[in-house]
């Protein structure tokens, strides 16, 4: 029970810091972005404390871990997948162009009428 009410009030601490964000629209940015900060870090910490929160916090960790892993392509790997990737999509334009009028003339034919 005691794990429900610490995840509503981590719950009700990030919307305090989001909406202390648009409480202070009239100041300064910085102070606006520090509100919104202020109220995660607090939900944050109060959600560290439930079972839950470490397992959710825990997998947050492990994405990130697994992001650093991903391997990015070469600008040369790169244009020349985006090469390939255009001309198949003309090749199967081009094909499906020739598809669509072959059914346009089959359709007229079978109806009876002439182009």
Request: hydrophobic share 65%.
């Amino acid at each position: 029970m005691i794990d429900k009410i610490k995840l509503v009030l981590s719950a009700l601490l990030l919307a305090a810091g989001i909406a202390g964000f648009y409480m202070l629209a009239d100041k300064a940015l910085v102070l606006r972005i520090l509100a919104i900060l202020a109220g995660l870090a607090v939900a944050i910490a109060v959600l560290w404390t439930t079972p839950q929160g470490q397992m959710a916090l825990g997998f947050v960790g492990e994405s990130v871990a697994e992001a650093k892993k991903v391997v990015w392509p070469t600008r040369k790997e790169t244009i020349q997948t985006a090469i390939a990737v255009f001309i198949l999509v003309v090749i199967v334009a081009a094909f499906l162009a020739v598809v669509d009028i072959g059914f346009a003339y089959m359709v007229q034919w079978l109806m009876g009428r002439s182009a």
